[in-house]
């Protein structure tokens, strides 16, 4: 079954809203979730890793005040894309890694949210 | 830094035929995990193997196989008797382990392969 799910699968919104999206690791606690973004046609980037209880640490060119991220549990973490507009429209996806005795480390990723900004 | 390279961008074959996706990374570091994924139209990322920098065996699962050389920092994905549903995007990945055991994760540009019935 689904390791990571994400909610909303998709959104559809006004330029200058928030938008919030939701990452839960469903069978596990993860100190550390990952949020990707995917332009169409284009690959995966990482935009920051968020630490559970801390501040999330933000790749370089990711407006830290863009993209709230909240990481307020050990199985859920939120990305809050903050008055968007027609440019954030893209497939957000987060992903965890889970580092458990006898399973290894592995990474799985969500099922993704596709954010589409009118 | 970490880099991951797919040169091909699109990639046609008929059905049946078999195909090689090519993927060449840069690393610094000695220990590292590669990956390898599927993304359909859905969106969705599969997984479809996992290989550490310190097995360099090549691994067969059906009809998929890959091909791990250190010497040349590739691993390369060959897919035997193509069937149109493999028709997808696949990345290639790699990851390094940071302190506190976490692994960031660098994608590769993605290879799109069409498989014509």
């Known amino acids: 079954g689904a390791v990571v799910s994400q909610h909303p699968s998709w959104v559809i919104c006004k330029s200058g809203t928030s938008v919030k999206i939701e990452c839960r690791s469903l069978?596990?606690?993860?100190?550390?979730m990952f949020w990707y973004r995917q332009f169409p046609k284009q690959s995966l980037m990482l935009m920051a890793t968020s630490n559970e209880g801390s501040k999330a640490t933000y790749e370089q060119g990711v407006e830290k005040d863009k993209f709230l991220i909240n990481h307020a549990s050990l199985t859920l973490s939120t990305l809050t894309v903050t008055s968007a507009h027609p440019e954030d429209s893209s497939f957000y996806i987060c992903?965890?890694?889970?580092?458990?005795?006898?399973?290894?480390?592995?990474?799985?990723f969500g099922p993704g949210t596709r954010l589409t900004v009118l | 830094a970490q880099k991951v390279t797919q040169a091909q961008t699109e990639i046609s074959v008929v059905e049946k035929e078999d195909v090689t996706l090519d993927c060449v990374y840069e690393t610094r570091d000695t220990t590292y995990y590669l990956f390898w994924y599927k993304q359909p139209p859905s969106g969705e990322l599969v997984f479809l193997i996992r290989?550490?920098?310190?097995?360099?065996q090549n691994e067969i699962s059906g009809r998929y196989s890959w091909n791990f050389q250190k010497s040349t920092s590739s691993f390369n994905f060959t897919i035997t008797a193509s069937q149109v549903v493999d028709s997808a995007v696949y990345f290639c990945a790699l990851s390094e382990v940071y302190s506190g055991g976490y692994q960031k994760v660098t994608f590769g540009t993605g290879t799109k392969l069409q498989v014509i019935p």
């Open positions: 069978d596990f606690q993860a100190t550390t």
């Open positions: 992903s965890v890694n889970m580092w458990t005795s006898g399973r290894r480390d592995e990474q799985f």
């Open positions: 290989r550490n920098s310190f097995d360099e």
